[in-house]
């Protein structure tokens, strides 16, 4: 059994009910975060209605949350939902706005913690974003 992700008539993403449960409940977790709406619609009869204009910027505040973080543990945790989200937003068409880079700030600040030692912002996000692509193949439409 499998679930809708769409804008309007277009699918975003049609993934099993196990994957898209999960998802779901990532999403609620992230909006505490963030403090924003996702803009991923509840999901009613195998169906979630997707809002571009609020998952635009749900996307760019978990941009922006991520890039604060110092802990790898927690970057670990939330690097494959927000490689999820970057696809399901590129796929709505959505435009999202990285962090400029604060690699100088945290490094000087001794708060910049990584899962690769001496990796700055910039890395992080030239990673996420090549992550990002590892899901697109696996996320049917």
């Not at 110092?70 to 690097?79: K, P």
């Amino acid at each position: 059994m499998s679930q809708y992700y769409q804008v309007g008539r277009v699918t975003l993403w049609n993934p099993s009910s196990g994957a898209s449960s999960l998802f779901l409940r990532q999403v609620a977790l992230y909006e505490q975060e963030t403090g924003l709406p996702s803009g991923i619609g509840t999901m009613e009869s195998d169906e979630a209605e997707v809002s571009p204009a609020l998952l635009g910027p749900f996307v760019t505040a978990l941009l922006a949350w991520r890039a604060r973080t110092g802990h790898a543990v927690v970057q670990a945790l939330s690097d494959g939902f927000i490689a999820v989200c970057l696809v399901l937003s590129d796929r709505a068409g959505v435009q999202v706005h990285w962090p400029e880079s604060r690699a100088e700030e945290m490094n000087q600040a001794h708060a910049w913690e990584s899962t690769s030692p001496g990796a700055s912002a910039d890395e992080w996000q030239t990673r996420v974003h090549d992550q990002a692509g590892t899901p697109a193949g696996l996320m049917p439409r």
